[in-house]
């Protein structure tokens, strides 16, 4: 069975730090663009951070550039998003998808804020509030 797993997500400060995982099972992330999206409550689906299982090439939305680090555990299965300095308009439900890199590269991915015939994972809730 095919399936994403995120886990990592709770409730932190102002300022704090997150590490989300996205473990995938069922199938392997090579060639593969695994990509970070999110959305707020009354808000549209963003994509946050993408890479490539190729390459290692990345892409992350201003919102989180300098803050946020996307990377591939050594198993090759699993991808992290490292997240420091979180602000409240950081609250949302995170979740990782992937897709096939000949579909399309990580930064379209992000931009489309979703994958094109991929997988998604359940999702995982991150609350920053004092």
């Known amino acids: 069975q095919v399936q994403l797993v995120e886990s990592g997500g709770g409730l932190v400060q102002p300022g704090g730090s997150l590490r989300l995982s996205c473990a995938a099972s069922?199938?392997?992330?090579?060639?593969?663009?695994i990509g970070w999206f999110r959305q707020a409550p009354g808000k549209e689906r963003e994509g946050v951070s993408c890479?490539?299982?190729?390459?290692?090439?990345?892409y992350y939305a201003d919102s989180v550039k300098g803050r946020f680090t996307i990377s591939r555990g050594n198993d090759k299965n699993t991808v992290f998003l490292q997240m420091n300095n979180l602000k409240p308009e950081d609250t949302a439900v995170y979740y990782c998808?992937?897709?096939?890199?000949?579909?399309?590269?990580?930064?379209?991915?992000?931009?489309?804020?979703?994958?094109?015939?991929?997988?998604w994972g359940q999702g995982t809730q991150v609350t920053v509030s004092s």
């Open positions: 890479i490539s299982s190729f390459d290692g090439s990345t």
């Open positions: 069922g199938f392997t992330l090579d060639y593969y663009a």
């Open positions: 998808a992937a897709q096939p890199l000949y579909r399309s590269s990580p930064q379209a991915m992000c931009i489309a804020s979703a994958p094109f015939r991929g997988y």
